[in-house]
């Protein structure tokens, strides 16, 4: 129905930059709010930035300063631009999307979807 696909993830080392990408496809009316998340070995998944439909984000404070978020409405992708990059950076980043789809008839309804995630690891 739906599927999320990232890429960039990989090994750097610290102060480095990575880029992720994420692509969503499939029977889309519009997409609202996209974000990544982030779950560390041994922790809960945290979120990392999301941005909403009309391009206003969010961040946690432990990446704002250092990591941009960023969509390409058209091509229904959005990217993580991360600088600065930390050893607690390390962890399997994850792409989450709010997406609107067609459902019976002519109504339509929302539904929250994930993609695989993708591994970067900073080292020290």
Do not use: H
């Not at 989450?96 to 979807?113: D, F, H, M, P, T």
């Amino acid at each position: 129905q739906v599927q999320l696909v990232e890429s960039g993830g990989g090994l750097v080392q610290a102060g480095g930059s990575l880029r992720l990408s994420c692509a969503a496809s499939g029977s889309i009316i519009s997409i609202n709010d996209m974000g990544w998340y982030r779950q560390a070995p041994g922790k809960q998944r945290e979120l990392v930035a999301t941005i909403s439909s009309g391009g206003s984000t969010n961040y946690a404070d432990s990446v704002k300063g250092r990591f941009t978020i960023s969509r390409d409405s058209a091509k229904n992708t959005v990217y993580l631009q991360m600088n600065s990059l930390k050893a607690e950076d390390t962890a399997v980043y994850y792409c989450n999307a709010i997406v609107k789809l067609r459902g019976v008839g002519s109504s339509a309804y929302e539904a929250s979807y994930w993609g695989q995630g993708t591994q970067v690891t900073v080292s020290s």
